[in-house]
């Protein structure tokens, strides 16, 4: 990866999306920090403009807004911005049963982590092609690669589909100078589990399920870097989705049955 380059990434007000800024800052990428809070922006492009030689530049905007992708790819047009890197990564799951939970939030979330994953990258990979070089990363998820729940209905499906839709955009892009990543962490301390109240129940899982945001990130632009397609962080988290690979989806839901009551919230 060559410095001097600009990295878009969304989600990046907290967590795994901030620590990303954080160290592409540190290699000298200069970043296009995107989420809703505009203070928690402010903030990191203070600290990163502060500590670093590098530019960045906020734009505060709620994903789930139709509209939105288009205007973040026209502000980066207008500033002359262009993106080598594209890190979809802002998301949060959605509690509860499918009918409990009203259409307008399952809306919301399909739109923030399904289709402006999708368009964003629809806007920014063209002219990466043409640049012959530009790192995507979506992030998605362990929960995308292991077996189904009741529950949070969506975000196993969404981040299914994250995963298959990189790994062919990934095949596509061969030859091209993009790579494409889709990054699976499995438990990471982020305020994830805060947004979606679900803290008290996970912090009973042993510490060793958990990984650090600077780990899953530093691990992500490796990955990225060698042009993996698809990439789960940890060897926990790669043995859990190389053994739902192979056992019976009977074993393996006998197997999971306890926790996954534990840690899903209905
Ligand atoms: N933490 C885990 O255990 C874990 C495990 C596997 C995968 N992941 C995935 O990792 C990604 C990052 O999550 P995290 O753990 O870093 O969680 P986090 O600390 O809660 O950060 C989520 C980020 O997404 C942004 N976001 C949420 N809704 C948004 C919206 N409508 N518009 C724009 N931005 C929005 C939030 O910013 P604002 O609130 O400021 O908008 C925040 O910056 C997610 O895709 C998640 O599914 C997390």
């Avoid at 939970?101 to 999708?118: C, Y």
């Avoid at 990189?166 to 305020?191: D, I, M, Q, R």
């Amino acid at each position: 990866m060559k410095k001097n380059q600009w990295a878009l990434i969304t989600g990046a007000s907290a967590g795994i999306g901030a620590e990303f800024a954080k160290q592409l800052a540190a290699k000298g990428w200069s970043i296009v920090l995107v989420a809703r809070r505009e203070d928690k922006l402010q903030e990191l492009k203070k600290s990163l403009e502060g500590q670093y030689a590098i530019e960045c530049h906020y734009i505060a905007k709620d994903l789930s807004e139709p509209t939105a992708n288009q205007e973040i790819f026209s502000y980066c047009q207008s500033n002359n911005l262009k993106i080598d890197m594209l890190i979809n990564n802002a998301g949060y799951g959605v509690p509860g049963d499918f009918d409990a939970v009203d259409w307008k939030t399952h809306q919301q979330m399909l739109q923030v982590m399904l289709v402006s994953v999708t368009e964003l990258t629809h806007l920014f990979y063209p002219a990466m092609k043409a640049r012959k070089k530009g790192f995507i990363i979506n992030v998605a998820s362990l929960a995308g690669l292991v077996i189904p729940t009741a529950g949070h209905t969506l975000y196993g499906a969404v981040k299914s589909y994250l995963i298959k839709y990189s790994h062919s955009l990934h095949l596509e892009a061969k030859n091209s100078g993009v790579h494409v990543t889709a990054l699976c962490p499995g438990f990471t301390y982020s305020e994830f589990h805060d947004v979606n109240g679900t803290r008290s129940m996970v912090s009973q899982m042993s510490k060793k399920m958990w990984m650090t945001a600077e780990d899953v990130v530093s691990q992500g632009l490796t990955a990225v870097k060698q042009n993996k397609p698809v990439y789960v962080n940890g060897w926990r988290n790669r043995m859990i989705a190389n053994l739902v690979k192979i056992l019976p989806e009977k074993l393996v839901r006998v197997l999971m049955s306890g926790s996954i009551k534990k840690y899903r919230k209905r």
